[in-house]
């Protein structure tokens, strides 16, 4: 038996535009609906030739032509001044980006580790204090981090009549380890929270301590998930070197600027000599990043 159901309004009324005619005349704009067989962007952008983006780029390489008027610099005379200063920029710019890039990580991934542990504490105190440092750095802008750190800490300590100086660029490494410590303080307690709990049951069942089990059951399992967001972030920790020229430390944009100047400021000379800087941030983070696909691929948990 078919039972039919009536929408009612107040005082059972029927709804108008539902059971009955609308009582209004007004237009009413109907929704806008695409065709079922139009491209999407993302289609629209995969279609394009390999040629788009050479296209894109070739303002940006004609720049020092548009300048030509203005500064009387050729595109030869741009790359040839740009090429003069290599040496310097690579051996005292550049690899002061990767020692800088390296010393924030250690420390980082030392003091992430010890937090990361702390978060997973069966300590209240320990847990929420850790969890609370974690989330303050880790949500907090790389630049303002780094000011801050440059105002507080002191240009030099005396420790018994002993004067130690603190260079700009160890300022640097400890602003650019706060972050690096939360990232990798979420990365420990990540990895050790997706050992599936039947480990640490059966650890129990055998007696084992919690640091027993901790050390050589879960976090041996740890670290090969691990490799690659720690990867991942020193990838990223290297690109953000270059705020440290803000803070005036030495290092290949603040040489850069530095050659500029000497080179009378040549607007011509912007793109040549950030351009080379861009090369070898992508020629040193590039390979890094291929790597951490690989091994996320290779250490990837098999269900």
């Known amino acids: 038996m078919a039972v039919k159901f009536q929408h009612r309004g107040r005082r ?4 108008p535009g539902v059971e009955r005619a609308a009582s209004t ?8 609906r695409l065709p079922l067989g139009g491209p999407s962007a993302t289609q629209w952008l995969a279609n394009l030739p390999w040629w788009t983006m050479l296209l894109l780029l070739m303002p940006l390489v004609l720049w020092p032509v548009y300048g030509h008027a203005a ?6 005379t741009a790359f040839s001044t740009l090429t003069k200063w290599i040496p310097f920029l690579f051996m005292s710019g550049f690899l002061f980006n990767i020692l800088i890039s390296m010393f ?9 580790a ?28 790389w630049l303002v981090i780094l000011f801050i750190v440059l105002l507080a800490l002191p240009f030099e ?38 050992v599936p709990t039947a480990q640490w049951e059966a650890s129990e069942s055998l007696a084992f301590s919690r640091q027993q089990t901790l050390w050589r059951i879960i ?13 991942n972030w020193y990838a990223i920790l290297t690109m953000a ?63």
């Open 241 to 303: 070197t270059p705020l440290c020229s803000l803070l005036g430390v030495e290092e290949i944009i603040t040489l850069s600027r530095q050659a500029m100047e000497a080179e009378n400021n040549h607007p011509e000379l912007l793109v040549p000599f950030y351009s080379f800087a861009l090369a070898l941030f992508f020629f040193y983070c590039y390979p890094i990043a291929r790597v951490t696909i690989a091994l996320e691929r290779r250490y990837a948990v098999k269900l």
């Open 157 to 194: 300590i005396v420790i018994f009549g002993y004067i130690i100086s603190i260079p700009d660029w160890m300022k640097a490494v400890f602003g650019l380890s706060l972050p690096i410590m939360a990232n990798i303080s979420e990365i420990v307690r990540g990895a050790v929270q997706s």
């Open 71 to 76: 500064g009387k610099f050729t595109i030869t």
């Open 104 to 112: 924030a990580m250690l420390f980082g991934t030392v003091a992430g």
């Open 219 to 231: 976090l041996p399992q740890c670290f090969k998930r691990m490799i690659p967001p720690w990867m």
């Open 12 to 15: 059972g009324r029927k709804l």
């Open 25 to 32: 005349d007004l237009a009413v704009m109907h929704p806008y």
């Open 114 to 141: 010890v937090l990361g542990l702390g978060q997973i504490s069966k300590f209240a105190l320990v847990r929420r204090s850790c969890w609370f440092i974690t989330q303050l750095f880790r949500n907090s802008p």
